[in-house]
Nanobody
Framework: QVQLVESGGGLVQAGGSLTLSCAAS?????MGWFRQAPGKEREFVAS???????DYSNSVKGRFTISRDNAKNTLYLQMSSLKPEDTAVYYC?????????????WGQGTQVTVSS
């Protein structure tokens, strides 16, 4: 069972920046970030394959950057030009295998609050 531990959340003013980290207990394949705002469903933010191929939701494209350090089993999300609507609990996720159709492992989440 892979353990995922997020860190880096906090309170930031609109227009500011924040970087999230996610430490995995062992090697994983595709990893991603999701978020859930109060009263809303969890939504996809970004993902990155082990080889570095990335995908972003339209709502964060151009503002967020996902990256990973395979040697450290760590995932990052650099967030800039933050908006109040980015406020949510951000979750790290990982796939067990290369061909996994879904994300198998999830972190406990880290709160990001953007004030206007």
């Amino acid at each position: 069972q892979v353990q995922l531990v997020e860190s880096g959340g906090g309170l930031v003013q609109a227009g500011g920046s924040l970087t999230l980290s996610c430490a995995a207990s062992e090697r994983t394949f595709t990893m991603g970030w999701f978020r859930q705002a109060p009263g809303k469903e969890r939504e996809f933010v970004a993902s990155i394959s082990r080889g570095g191929n990335t995908d972003y939701s339209n709502s964060v494209k151009g503002r967020f950057t996902i990256s990973r350090d395979n040697a450290k089993n760590t995932l990052y999300l650099q967030m800039s030009s933050l908006k109040p609507e980015d406020t949510a609990v951000y979750y790290c996720a990982a796939k067990r295998n290369l061909g996994s159709p879904k994300f198998d492992y999830w972190g406990q989440g880290t709160q990001v609050t953007v004030s206007s």
